[in-house]
């Protein structure tokens, strides 16, 4: 029996929203007092951290990060009930564009100085978008990859090419594949976005609108 062969553009879906919650990261790290946005594992850390030097103004951004994360999963948890996939993603992806767009409108009059009212409120809208889009990839549901945090993808690309090693089939699986191409997806959100902080580039903060809206155009034109 034959796998079913997925549509392209839920592969696309998983590329693009990698790729942004690879900016994010970056764009919250290196922008927003040193806290990751999409990446709650790291996040609770640094959080842990700052309490741990008395940085509170840090400590607030990585609380603020991990409420919104919360927040957005439960949001697109309550969007995406009694919705097909396609109509739950629809929707799933339209919120989290406009999330994106309000962190864009907020940063552009923003010093983002660490501990701002105007830096924690890009903070929380992108937290916010972060958790509605792991229930983005709870809906899609290819190859067990999550879009926001990557290093349950990396243990599965070391599994895969591991069994594939030891079987002597050396055909890459299918899963693998996306799940491969999707890590590198968000590495390379991640760099472009360094490039753009190196730069000072007003691109940074329309990186992932601009992902996440191709990833919505994709799902709707189903192609």
């Known amino acids: 029996m034959t796998e079913e062969v997925p549509p392209r553009y ?15 990261d970056i764009i ?3 922008k927003l007092g040193g806290i990751f946005a999409s990446a709650m594992t790291g996040n609770l850390a640094f959080l842990g951290f700052y ?18 994360f919360v927040i957005g999963g439960s949001i697109g948890t309550l969007l995406s009930r009694g919705r097909t996939r396609d109509g739950a993603l629809a929707l799933l992806l339209a ?37 509605l889009q792991s229930i983005v990839g709870k809906r899609v549901n290819l190859s067990n990859i999550p879009t926001v945090v990557f ?10 090419l591991t069994d594939m090693i030891a079987s002597r089939k050396f055909v890459v699986p299918d899963d693998t ?20 902080v190196y730069f000072q580039a007003l691109l940074l903060i329309f990186l992932p609108a601009l992902a996440v809206g191709w990833a919505l155009v994709s799902q709707i034109r189903r192609a």
């Open 10 to 24: 839920l592969e696309r879906i998983l590329l693009l929203t990698g790729f942004a919650a690879g900016a994010v």
């Open 28 to 30: 919250s790290f290196a």
């Open 51 to 68: 309490l741990s030097r008395f940085s509170f103004a840090s400590a607030v951004g990585s609380a603020i990060a991990l409420f919104g």
């Open 95 to 131: 919120t989290e564009f406009l999330l994106l767009a309000g962190a864009v409108l907020l940063w552009v009059p923003t010093h983002h100085r660490n501990g701002s009212l105007s830096g924690d409120g890009i903070i929380l809208f992108l937290s916010v978008s972060m958790g």
């Open 151 to 160: 290093t349950s993808t990396l243990t599965n690309i070391v599994v895969g």
């Open 177 to 196: 594949r996306r799940q491969f191409i999707s890590f590198s997806l968000y590495f390379a959100g991640a760099l472009l976005a360094g490039f753009a």
